[in-house]
């Protein structure tokens, strides 16, 4: 990570530190279960770390706003909620073994330990949102759930297909990943006393970030370091997951190169993954991905380029070029 990229994480982190730490009290106390099992593999997930990008941005737009209450904290702890139920349940699905530097939960605890901790937490989210008797924050988060187990069934029925498109992908993503970052941002921006029109912008540039974080995951899949973004690279070609860089390579590639992509991703031939680097490397498909990344970041920039300058809004900001300056 380059020195701008680390001061920009540190920047973020400082201006709400001690909202995070009320967000990880709430987390700690609401994690707790009479069944030793539920502690033990939500326990598990929960200390991996991890970016925690939703949350935060819950918190910034709250402040960006000049919210002084402290249910922007429960909203926080119930999106990192329902990110980690989505996590128990990815890695079950695609038969993962490694996040976030060690071992999965379902690697480690089995399969149907994982779904059920997984719906454990759904479950405890919903429990958590009630409490603060708002139907807009039940409507926001109700619907991100739909649309996220939408995104992950399509993205199911994508799986070894070579012919998908890009704007199927696309779908994919706003579905599976952006729609998380939009209704954080969302909430964010309505307990802070936004308008309809400045939670609209919310949602936007959570979108719009979103997106662009889940393109930067796709270039690092091929050209990360698996040290340092926690997985093992090639994740997306063993699973024959047809990423941007693929989709790209099969539209614009060689007919050598859009061959042995197919034959890949029909097969989950991870065997085959240092030629297909060398394909996505000399051909583009990876700078194209990176720009359609940087262009994202840039229409979230855009989305909340109205809100009062302020440590909260810089810290926002920040998190654009973040999303793309990263290397894990």
């Known amino acids: 990570m380059s020195a701008a990229t680390q001061h920009a994480q540190n920047t973020i982190a400082q201006s709400i530190a001690t909202d995070m730490e009320a967000v990880n009290a709430v987390i700690r106390q609401r994690l707790q279960s009479e069944v030793s099992l539920v502690n033990q593999i939500a326990e598990y997930i929960i200390s991996a770390g991890g970016k925690r990008i939703r949350p935060v941005l819950v918190l910034l737009l709250a402040n960006a706003y000049g919210y002084r209450g402290t249910a922007h904290h429960e909203l926080a702890a119930v999106v990192e909620f329902i990110h980690t139920a989505t996590l128990l349940h990815d890695d079950v699905v695609d038969e993962s073994s490694m996040r976030r530097g060690r071992q999965t939960a379902n690697a480690l605890f089995g399969n149907a330990a994982s779904v059920l901790v997984g719906d454990y937490l759904y479950s405890r989210s919903f429990e958590m949102m009630t409490s603060l008797d708002n139907m807009r924050v039940m409507s926001i988060l109700s619907r991100a759930t739909t649309v996220i187990a939408e995104g992950e069934v399509l993205q199911l029925l994508n799986m070894h ?8 992908y696309l779908k994919v993503i706003r579905s599976k990943t952006a729609k998380l970052f939009e209704a954080a941002a969302e909430l964010g921006a309505l307990v802070g006393g936004a308008d309809d029109e400045q939670i609209a912008a919310a949602g ?8 662009a974080f889940q393109l930067i995951d796709d270039v690092l899949d091929y050209a990360g370091d698996a040290a340092e973004i926690g997985k093992n690279l090639g994740d997306d070609l063993r699973e024959g997951k047809p990423t941007l860089p693929l989709i ?16 890949c991703i029909e097969h989950g031939d991870e065997a085959q993954f240092e030629a297909v680097l060398a394909a ?11 720009q359609q990344a ?4 840039r229409r979230a920039a855009e989305a909340i380029s109205g809100l009062p300058e302020s440590v909260y809004k810089a810290s926002l900001q920040q998190l654009c070029s973040f999303a793309v300056d990263r290397n894990h």
């Open 161 to 168: 297909d070579p012919d998908v498109t890009h704007e199927s």
């Open 204 to 211: 936007e540039y959570g979108r719009s970030l979103g997106t």
């Open 248 to 263: 790209w390579l099969m539209e614009n590639g060689t007919p050598e190169q859009r061959q042995l992509v197919r034959s």
């Open 280 to 290: 996505v490397t000399s051909s583009g498909a990876l700078d194209y991905t990176r």
């Open 294 to 297: 940087e262009q994202a970041a």
